[in-house]
């Protein structure tokens, strides 16, 4: 994360997970980076970062804020989308004609991907050839 600027970490939260906070949340840890050596460290640091909860539900919310900003981090460093994306080029290639898959996706930066594979697919299959 060292290498990670403010703003890029930021916008790794905001494409990797739909995270709201994601300013708040990448200051913070860019801030707190020496102190945070740990996941329970970082989950802390993400924690007081986030209003402070004065509900169950405002403090569900920040747990969810702890949870996206986990998997942007898992994204990140796996490579996810990258597969992903190897994933749906190849995917054609496993169906019969006329195959079908169903693909779950969990958040805007899997489903874009997604929706954009099946869309050019489609354009490809229209084409003449």
Known sequence: MQSLTEYDFAKMLRDNADEPYARRIAKAVCQGQREIATTTAL??????????????????????????????????????????EQFLRNLPLCLR??????ILTFHSGEDNRVVQAFQEGMRQECMPR
């Open 97 to 102: 004609p006329n195959g079908r898959a169903a």
């Open 43 to 84: 989950a802390e640091v993400v924690r007081r970062a986030l209003p402070q909860a004065v509900s169950a539900a405002e403090e569900e919310e920040r747990t969810r804020s702890i949870r996206r900003t986990f998997q942007a981090l898992r994204i990140a460093v796996n490579d996810e989308f990258f597969v992903l």
